[in-house]
């Protein structure tokens, strides 16, 4: 078992959850279009400028990754609010 753990639980994956949870609860607090529009442009400007000019060893695929975890966070936020 701690094998498992140790293969799925990576720091991408940290990475990831840490970006999807933090847009889904932003869009649960604030369910507002604004909100939505103000993640997508932010969380692009922070992961292709921001990261790729401040943070070291950051490569485009992790900034892809961040970014992806933004996005996924919002539809998360999305499907709840609408469906359950």
Do not use: R
């Not at 292709?48 to 933004?70: C, M, P, R, T, W």
């Amino acid at each position: 078992m701690k094998n498992l753990l140790a293969k799925i639980v990576t720091p991408n994956f940290i990475a990831f959850q840490a970006h999807c949870w933090f847009a889904c609860t932003l869009v649960l607090v604030f369910p507002t279009i604004l909100t939505l529009v103000l993640i997508v442009l932010g969380a692009g400007i922070k992961e292709f400028y921001i990261d790729k000019h401040f943070e070291v060893d950051q490569s485009f695929n992790d900034n892809l990754l961040d970014f992806a975890g933004y996005l996924t966070g919002m539809i998360v936020a999305l499907v709840a609010i609408f469906y359950l």
